[in-house]
């Protein structure tokens, strides 16, 4: 069965994922990862518990840090 979804090959690189849409993206709602039944990769959802990982990134301030420095980044650019 194929996902539609964007797929990640390991739990790492999903967790990465979702750190980085969560700094780039405003709006983006990903709140953790799965790993799925239906095609054996991972995904990211916004169903279910914030990742510890992704709450330790908010929590230490390096979600806010990293987006303002690529405000400044695309405005000095
Ligand atoms: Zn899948």
């Not at 690189?13 to 780039?24: S, Y």
């Not at 709602?29 to 908010?58: E, F, I, M, Q």
């Amino acid at each position: 069965m194929s996902c539609s979804k964007r797929k990640y090959n390991s739990e790492n690189l999903a967790v990465e994922a979702l750190i980085e849409a969560r700094i780039n993206f405003d709006t983006n709602s990903a709140t953790t990862v799965y790993l799925c039944g239906d095609c054996g990769y991972w995904h990211l959802t916004s169903r279910g518990d914030t990742h510890p990982k992704l709450k330790a990134a908010l929590d230490s301030g390096q979600i806010a840090r990293q987006k303002l420095s690529n405000y400044w980044e695309r405005k000095l650019r």
